[in-house]
T-cell receptor
């Protein structure tokens, strides 16, 4: 079966750096997405990786290793507003999105 | 403001009743999707539509139906609600058919409780 694994919850301190990991086993691969979802709100797009390596976008970076079935989202200079759930999703060979359950990130002052 | 509008925001429904969740987008996106989100689980695709006039089944389609009469609207109907359909429902859209760089825009969600 297809599977996306990410930690259920993480805690970090304001101003620090946090890395949220995502491992996947899917039928084929057509890209990996990260979305941010604040409590009670809609998911919003953060990043897309289809080739190996690091994609940087401001305070957020996303890394992909296709051979390892692994990605991480790196958040730098954490702010209180970064408290949210972070959803990892992989597009499989049928162009269907397979979603992880999300990682709830708690930022403490 | 361009985006997706879902209605109702929340609803409590008696088991056995029929319910339609409405979804309207003003971005002229071709593809639209309905997902449900349950605690501890990833988003699960219920139904999708790649273009007006066509629909397809997702991962968990049983008990749900959809229609796509035009580009903007994509209602989701529960013919006879059951308690296991208690969930938060998200409508989403994307510019083109599913592809590698298919970024989804989500509505704010509809919280449905079936008693």
């Amino acid at each position: 079966g297809q599977n996306i694994d990410q930690p259920t919850e993480m805690t970090a301190t304001e101003g620090a750096i946090v890395q949220i990991n995502c491992t996947y086993q899917t039928s084929g691969f057509n890209g990996l997405f990260w979305y941010q979802q604040h409590a009670g709100e809609a998911p919003t797009f953060l990043s897309y990786n289809v080739l190996d390596g690091l994609e940087e976008k401001g305070r957020f970076s996303s890394f992909l290793s296709r051979s390892k079935g692994y990605s991480y989202l790196l958040l730098k200079e954490l702010q209180m507003k970064d408290s949210a759930s972070y959803l990892c999703a992989v597009m499989d060979s049928n162009y269907q999105l397979i979603w992880g359950a999300g990682t709830k990130l708690i930022i403490k002052p | 403001i361009a985006g997706i509008t879902q209605a109702p925001t929340s609803q409590i429904l008696a088991a056995g009743r029929r319910m339609t969740l409405r979804c309207t987008q003003d971005m002229r996106h071709n593809a639209m999707y309905w997902y449900r989100q349950d605690l501890g689980l990833g988003l699960r695709l219920i139904h999708y539509s790649n273009t007006a006039g066509t629909t397809g089944k997702g991962e968990v389609p049983d008990g749900y139906s959809v229609s796509r009469a035009n580009t903007d609207d994509f209602p989701l109907t529960l013919a006879s609600a059951v308690p296991s359909q208690t969930s938060v429902y998200f409508c989403a859209s994307s510019d083109g058919p599913p592809s590698g760089a298919n970024v989804l825009t989500f509505g704010a969600g509809s919280r449905l409780t079936v008693l």
